[in-house]
């Protein structure tokens, strides 16, 4: 199986975050998902740990604690994916969500 890992920067989306989490899946690819709360000010970090258990996928999230930006964030999430042997790397903004089908949709494109 291929091991597909997204990485969603976080700040302040607390109100859009679940919508983001609960709409990744696939049918076919191990898939895990590395959030990364750059020092959010609201209860975004609550509402991850509220629905953590019932994410159908491993989730790794980092708490910065201070603000490094996206790009540092992301670099960080990088890192985990990379020792964990990603074979693909998808980024997600924490105020968005994916299509039904996505994940393997663009899998099986780039394979």
């Known amino acids: 199986m291929i091991s597909v890992f997204y990485l969603i920067p976080l700040y302040n989306s607390a109100n859009t975050i679940s919508e983001c989490l609960f709409s990744i899946c ?3 690819h191990i898939v895990e998902v590395v959030v990364i ?3 959010s000010q609201d209860n975004s970090g609550i509402t991850i740990s509220k629905i953590k258990e019932k994410l ?3 989730i790794h999230v980092i708490n910065n604690k ?3 930006g996206i790009s ?6 990088l890192e985990i994916a990379l020792s964990n042997n990603a ?5 997600l903004d924490s105020d968005d969500f994916n299509s039904k089908g996505r994940t393997d949709f663009q899998i099986e494109y780039m394979e």
């Open 87 to 91: 074979d693909y790397v998808i980024r």
């Open 37 to 39: 709360n750059d020092n």
């Open 26 to 28: 696939s049918l076919k």
């Open 72 to 77: 540092d964030s992301l670099n960080k999430g």
């Open 66 to 68: 201070s603000n490094i």
């Open 56 to 58: 159908p996928y491993k």
